[in-house]
């Protein structure tokens, strides 16, 4: 168990939908990281946050946003679902933004879109 | 852009025996840091050994130690004494220590690893 929590394990949804993934960092972790697991794209970042800023993004679709909230916990918002769009999504955190630090990844969110 | 490249899909090995799996990035920076993660069939992705490229001594993890050739840049993982709980997809990843990209993790393709009784 890495400490990093998420919620849903699982999510069906239908084309054209939005969803909600939630994500609590380890205790005393200010970094959040969301990525995406694809068959097809492997395991690509998406965006961090860190202490409530958006630090960095990376290959993440328009339809898709994210915030971190006062509390440390992340939101991912997937919109427009598509069926590409199926994938496995994990979060991760860590101590700092950036430098000597690990990411302890959550057992992701396994979204499928039909 | 860094890469990471996985050029080995799929391994096998026996029960007690020892393996290799390799991984190759590609980069222009001096600092950065290697990262080895192994996904089991739960799905849950587990840290399982770091290299900081600055460090020449190359890391070890009880069973788990790697070969870090900067010049070369490749970061082999050796698994020593396997066993069955090793079964699981392993990831290598890259992260470069400053500058624009040093959040994120640049992970390679994935080495399925089978472990045969």
């Known amino acids: 168990d890495s400490g990093v929590t998420q919620t849903p394990k699982h999510l069906i949804t239908a084309t054209g939908q939005r969803v909600t993934l939630r994500c609590s960092p380890r205790s005393g972790d200010l970094s959040v990281y969301w990525y995406q697991q694809s068959l097809d794209q492997g395991l690509q970042f998406l965006i961090h946050?860190?202490?409530?800023?958006?630090?960095a993004k990376g290959n993440i679709l328009e339809r898709f946003s994210a915030q971190q909230f006062p509390d440390l916990h992340s939101e991912l918002n997937l919109s427009s679902l598509e069926l590409g769009d199926s994938a496995l999504y994990f979060c991760?955190?860590?101590?700092?933004?950036?430098?000597?630090?690990?990411?302890?990844f959550g057992p992701g969110t396994r979204l499928t879109v039909l | 852009a860094q890469t990471v490249t996985q050029s080995q899909p799929e391994m096998s090995v026996q029960e007690a025996e020892t393996v290799t799996l390799s991984c190759t990035y590609d980069t222009s920076e001096s600092d950065y840091y290697l990262f080895w993660y192994k996904q089991p069939p739960s799905r849950q992705m587990i840290l399982v050994i770091r290299q900081e490229a600055y460090k020449q001594q190359n890391a070890t993890e009880n069973r788990f130690s790697v070969n870090f050739q900067k010049a070369a840049k490749s970061f082999s993982l050796k698994i020593s004494d396997s066993q069955l709980g090793d079964a699981a997809m392993y990831f290598c990843a890259y992260r470069p220590g400053s500058g624009a990209g040093s959040y994120q993790l640049t992970f390679g393709k994935g080495t399925k690893l089978s472990v045969i009784p």
């Open positions: 991760a955190s860590s101590k700092r933004d950036r430098g000597h630090n690990e990411q302890f």
């Open positions: 946050y860190y202490n409530g800023e958006e630090r």
